[in-house]
Nanobody, 121 residues
Framework: QVQLVESGGGLVQSGGSLRLSCAASGFTFNNYAMRWYRQAPGKERELVATISSAGGSTTYADSVKGRFTISRDNAKNTVYLQMNSLKPEDTAVYYC??????????????WGQGTQVTVSS
């Protein structure tokens, strides 16, 4: 079965850095784009960054452009999120995500358990 396990969250001061990891299993990792989402208390889950299956294409939310970098290591079935210049508004639970089709018309969303990132001012 598909499993996504995030790690690397924690408490950091404003301006600091963290590197999140998401270890994937149960599917052919290098066939699928991967995404990082985040959800702050009282807010909807938002897409932070996307990386293509081979890693050659990335996109970012405007709020993190220039500060966050998504990458992947297909040999290790792992996707990363390097977060620099962190701000208190980056505080959220960060989730790894993959969308995998089970048929031509049914696409399944898979999520990790999330990792808490807290940025103090």
């Amino acid at each position: 079965q598909v499993q996504l396990v995030e790690s690397g969250g924690g408490l950091v001061q404003s301006g600091g850095s963290l590197r999140l990891s998401c270890a994937a299993s149960g599917f052919t990792f290098n066939n699928y784009a991967m995404r990082w989402y985040r959800q702050a208390p009282g807010k909807e889950r938002e897409l932070v960054a996307t990386i293509s299956s081979a890693g050659g294409s990335t996109t970012y939310a405007d709020s993190v452009k220039g500060r966050f970098t998504i990458s992947r290591d297909n040999a290790k079935n792992t996707v990363y999120l390097q977060m620099n210049s962190l701000k208190p508004e980056d505080t959220a639970v960060y989730y790894c995500n993959v969308v995998i089709p089970s048929s031509l018309i049914v696409w399944n969303n898979y999520w990790g358990q999330g990792t808490q990132v807290t940025v103090s001012s």
